[in-house]
């Protein structure tokens, strides 16, 4: 071994047997070695090693690096057993291990980057096989080559998922290269190429992990670069048909995944073709009419397979090859592309980069080619929508080729980078590139999608962070629907239905009902008036049945007798009972329904609106009988409980009752409806005691009825029901019905019971004014009283309430003397003007009594100088005016308070008069609290102060 600078670091002879390295350890449970063989013993568990197998018979050495340079695999040609044996020794030197004894080793090597196996040929004694090799030398799992092949090279590219195996076909002296794949434990061959020259080198790039570089002995580069797809159908007439096809040499494994769920590589259907398949194709459509083969296998020979099927499993139709005058290699054609029924394209590629699409013909005998185009780009992924078709290319723009004219235009629905995955829906294009960004027509969606699905309106993905994201892609904008947890390494499979079906990295599946998909396609039962499959797969998902009614309740309730006939009655009573009272395409489902759904009823009346018209449908069914419990749901939902017991006729329809009502709730509303028998029923089925509920529903059978219904009533609590019970009663109850009127307060319900019996009338209006009276609604109480012909009571709250009117009318009509009325008068004026109602005392005297005077010093009370005024004028007083202004002035020009005092008494009327405006005439001090005449006359002189303040504020003179 070397240095870079032609330096020895070791030297070792392969052949020295005398150090043993590191031993080969194998506990092997379970294996046939460790298993007891009885009387035959340790030598029958030997295994047998046919020395006459040979492999290669090159005898040149091989040499393999691991990944991480630590280790190398070196195969040679062991002189002294006479077979090849594969030494690993380490990078500083120290021999390692040798391989365990096995014949039949060919000569090619290659370690896996990943450092755990590596891969060798090996010839059995009827089969040729890749086997591995562990690091410690010991032989782990291998798997079958088609016969007549001999492996030239091996190697694995960078991320250790592709085995790349250089064959040659002994009888035909022929050359293939082969690409393997591993999952589930299973080696599938998806790529299997005839070379027509010697190839001189095979390199897998180091920077893109599925990038392959080929020379050929002729001086032909090729450059591959491969990426992961999923064969799967795509029909738009069968959106229930969804199949998936894996390629395993020249087998392909057929499942109907919209049926069964079936891992590689297991299978529906195994399908043997002529040759190893490298590609399959889906026509967009598929039926008698449109497309009679549902799938095409293209073969490593150039040759395509056509299926159908029929009632027991599908079966190769026809077999074609493709004639041209040009020399197509199918190591230059990629690409392909099931467009319409009849045409299927493809892309080849020619020296110096240039590209051209094949527009292949589907004749009924033969397929021809009818177009082809130039392309100066690479292509890198091919979208078929209608009769056009995306290409998309390596720089991330996009080609528009159209099938019909043969022409090809750029178009604006690109990608900002390059995308070796696109899907397109309509006019929308989506595409996810190698740095895991997903676009929606050239907008980033995400940045760490590994792998996604459409099936529209939804956009499924799984992440970088292993997770499970949904997304709507309704309207111009991606909106988050729904993220969940996922097994790390999970990729998207297929959507069938409500079905998201994902494969792990060991290779198994798993699928999982999202809650998005399962209100979406139960919205499209309902919509096709399946609701018996609906009402299933909600039950199922546990997803609320209001989404029956609520998903289109214009439809719901014009075919709701359909509903009635195909759904369970069972199913019929569940979606009774768990009915919400909102919308839950509003609400609890408001996510999963974008646009807005016209309301054909208020929501507060959704509940009442459904069992009302149920009940309709089911009461006028024929079989009435058969829908007895939804009958019984409904009328309890809508809250009309008496109606469902009386309707309860059987143990089966009053354990119904118990199921959906608290039993207590049950019993009351049995003896809310005086229904004895049913209550007892009912109670037998509870906890309540017998020994109190039999005596009191045998003391109930014994009353009067009306008694009875009035005892049930008090006992609810119903104390409406039981007034008008009782009011049936007799006069002997008068006094208990007082009294239950009086504790309640049902005046007004008493009012309008005795409203044609006079004496009961007359003293509830009686007890109702009271009751007011004590309330101090006394205006109220006034009207009642008179009501009740009580006018004396009438007149005393007439007169707490101030109404003077109501009381000088019945006083009159109670014949009151002049005396009694003066008095009656005053108890007002004293009221009237304790409430500052000056205006209406005032009114009072003068239309009342003609009291005059009265009114006036009221009105001067009030400071309703106006109405003072008006009256002393239209009456003749105008002297009474001039004098109290002139003694108004006169006292604020005497000198001493007694000659003050004695003025004041000889003209005590007037300053009655006047007294209630002295603040206005006299103003005082604030901050003192009596000021002198004398300080008073100093500091307001009369000519500023009384003459101006009666001009300006009453007495105004022209």
Known sequence: MLTSTIDVIFEYDL????????????????????????????KAVVPNLDSNLEGSFDKSPCITWRGDSSLLAVGFWCRISCKRRIKIFSKDGPFVCINEDMAGLDGPLSWRPQGNLIAFSQQLANKYVISFLEKNGLKHLDFELPKGFKVKHMSWNMDSNILCLLVKQSELTKTYLMLWTCSNYHWFLKQMFLLSFEVAKIIWDEDRENKLHLILRNGTFYEFEFSWIIDHSNYASFANKYYIS??????????????????????????????????ILYPPTYGDEECKYFMCALLCDGKFCFFSENSEEPYISRIDELFTQECFSDLTMHHWAWVTNT???????????????????????????????????????????????????????????????????????????????????????????????????????????????????FILATTSNHTLLLMNSEGSEVEEIS????????????????????????GNLESIQPRALTIMNA????????????????????????????????????????????????????????????????????????????????????????????????????????????????????????????????????????????????????????????????????????????PFLNSLREMDSNYMKYEIDKMLRRQDSALRNLSKCGDDKLELMYSLIEEHQLYNLALDLFKSQPERFTEAA???????????????????????????????????????????????????????????????????????????????????????????????????????????????????????????????????????????????????????????????DPNENEIAVIDAKLKYPPDMNIDTHWKLAVFSEN
């Open 523 to 694: 919205g499209k039962l309902l919509d096709k008036k399946l609701y018996k499959e609906a009402i299933q797969l909600l039950r199922r998902q546990r997803i609320s049945f209001d989404l029956c009614c609520d998903h289109n309740p214009s439809e719901f309730f014009a075919n709701i007798k359909h509903f009635i006939q195909v759904v369970d009655p069972q199913w019929i009573t569940l979606f009774v009972t768990e009915l919400l009272p909102t919308d839950v395409t509003r609400g609890i489902y408001s996510q999963y329904y974008k646009q807005e759904r016209q309301l054909i009823y208020p929501e507060e009346q959704k509940i009442n609106k459904i069992c009302i018209t149920l009940l309709e449908a089911l009461q006028s069914s024929e079989e009435e009988h058969k829908y007895m419990l939804p009958i019984l749901s409904c009328l309890v939902k809508s809250r009309n409980i008496a109606e469902a017991i009386k309707l309860a006729n059987s143990d089966q329809a009053m354990q119904h009752l118990l199921f959906l009502v608290d039993v207590d709730t049950l019993y009351n509303e049995a003896l809310g409806s005086y229904n004895l028998e049913a209550a007892l029923q009912i109670a037998g089925k509870s906890q309540m005691d017998p020994k109190e509920y039999i």
């Open 766 to 924: 009686n007890m109702y004014g009271d009751y007011l009276f004590k309330q101090a609604s006394f205006e109220e109480a006034g009207v009642l009283y008179m009501r009740s012909n009580n006018l004396p009571k009438a007149i005393n709250a007439f007169k707490k309430s101030g109404n003077w009117r109501k009381c000088m009318l019945l006083a009159n009509r109670s014949n009151y003397s002049d005396i009694e009325l003066r008095k009656l008068g005053d108890s007002l004026c004293n009221t009237l003007t304790s409430s500052h109602k000056f205006r209406e005392a005032a009114e009072m005297y003068k239309d009342c009594f003609a009291d005059t005077n009265k009114a006036i010093e009221i009105y001067l009370q009030g400071h309703l100088w106006e109405q003072a005024l008006y009256i002393a004028e239209t009456s003749g007083l105008n002297q009474l005016i001039e004098e109290a202004k002139n003694i108004s002035v006169a006292l604020l020009h005497l000198n001493s308070d007694e000659k003050g005092t004695t003025l004041q008494n000889n003209v005590e009327d007037f300053l009655k008069i006047i007294d209630d405006i002295k603040s206005d005439v006299w103003p005082k």
């Open 15 to 42: 052949a020295d047997t005398s150090q043993e390295g590191q031993k080969l350890v194998n506990i092997g449970w379970g294996k046939k070695e460790t298993q007891f063989r009885g009387m035959e013993g340790k």
């Open 343 to 457: 045409t299927i394209i493809g892309v080849s590629i020619f020296e110096g980069g240039r590209s051209k699409v094949m527009n292949i013909q589907i004749a009924e005998d033969k397929l021809e080619l009818v177009n082809n185009s130039e392309i100066n780009h690479h292509v890198i992924a091919v979208v078929a929508n209608t009769k056009d078709v995306y290409m998309y290319l390596l720089d991330g723009r996009c080609i528009e080729y159209d099938i019909e004219k043969n022409s090809i235009s750029e178009i604006k629905a690109g990608f900002p980078e390059p995308c070796y995955h696109v899907v397109a829906h309509s006019k929308d294009k989506y595409g996810l590139s190698e740095w895991n960004r997903l676009y929606k027509n050239g907008k980033t969606l995400s940045n760490n999608i590994t792998s996604f699905l459409i099936h529209y309106p």
């Open 246 to 279: 894996v390629i395993d040499k020249e087998t392909i494994l057929l499942t109907p995944f919209h049926s069964s769920i079936i891992p590689p590589p297991m299978s529906k259907w195994t399908l043997k073709c002529p040759a190893s398949v490298n590609q």
């Open 483 to 506: 993220v969940r947890k996922l097994e790390r390494g999970s990729k998207l499979v297929a959507v069938t239905g409500q079905t998201v079906i994902m494969q792990l990295p060991r």
